[in-house]
């Protein structure tokens, strides 16, 4: 079955380390994406690429850093610039980024928890 | 950034009721999604809309893409304890794929 894998589920760091968070499609999509959710608040996107070797700042990527080296993969850093990263994220895919009807669809997302 | 106004937060209903949420925006939207979440788990889309009056059904659920472009509502029918979760509406502009995502409506249900 095609889809978006996350991994880890859940993961505890210390603060001032970096940490990275794994996302891997098989759906053949051109665009990947990273959110970040909080209780309360809507989906916001992190950073996003195009297509491979490429990407782009969301609206709050501050103490993040992303690479897109192959079409499947696109992990998510969280360094330890980003002041409040304890957080749920969720990684997206959509097949292209251009056509407006090409929904994205989402992986089941890691838990960071950072003490 | 731009908002979405998802509305009510959460309701409490009875099983077999029917139920409305809706969102709001001052800006134009080409697209717009709705969302459900599980708890723990990511978004599964329910419905997309991509015309200005389009109304749009998925089982129970149904959808309206707002004539003005800023609005759209998602409608569940005789509800059932499995409809429990967070619903999500999101507004895509007009070019490239970056979506708005407007806070979320808890939903639970009393059986």
């Known amino acids: 079955d095609g889809g978006i894998t996350q991994s880890p589920k859940y993961l505890f760091r210390k603060e001032g380390q970096n940490v990275t968070l794994s996302c891997e499609q098989n759906?053949?999509?051109?665009?990947m994406y990273w959110y970040r959710q909080d209780p309360g608040q809507g989906l916001r996107l992190i950073y996003y690429?195009?297509?491979?070797?490429?990407?782009q700042k969301g609206d709050i990527a501050e103490g993040y850093s992303v690479s897109r080296e192959k079409k499947e993969s696109f992990p998510l850093t969280v360094t330890s610039a980003q002041k409040n990263p304890t957080a749920f994220y969720l990684c997206?895919?959509?097949?292209?980024?251009?056509?407006?009807?090409?929904?994205?669809?989402f992986g089941n997302g890691t838990r960071l928890t950072v003490t | 950034g731009q908002q979405l106004n998802q509305s009510p937060q959460s309701m409490f209903i009875q099983e077999g009721e029917d139920v409305s949420m809706n969102c709001t925006s001052s800006?134009?939207?080409?697209?717009w999604l709705w969302y459900k979440q599980d708890p723990g788990e990511g978004p599964v889309l329910l419905i997309a809309?991509?015309?200005?009056?389009e109304l749009t059904s998925n089982g129970r659920l149904t959808a309206q893409f707002g004539i003005t472009r800023k609005d759209s509502f998602l409608n569940i029918s005789a509800s059932i304890p499995s409809d429990v979760g967070i619903y999500f509406c999101?507004?895509?502009?007009?070019?490239?794929?970056?979506?708005?995502f407007g806070a979320g409506t808890i939903l639970r249900v009393k059986s």
């Open positions: 999101a507004g895509q502009m007009e070019y490239g794929n970056k979506l708005v």
């Open positions: 809309l991509y015309k200005a009056g």
């Open positions: 759906l053949n999509h051109d665009a």
């Open positions: 690429s195009q297509i491979v070797n490429d990407f």
């Open positions: 800006s134009i939207f080409n697209t």
């Open positions: 997206a895919s959509s097949s292209n980024y251009r056509v407006y009807n090409s929904p994205l669809h």
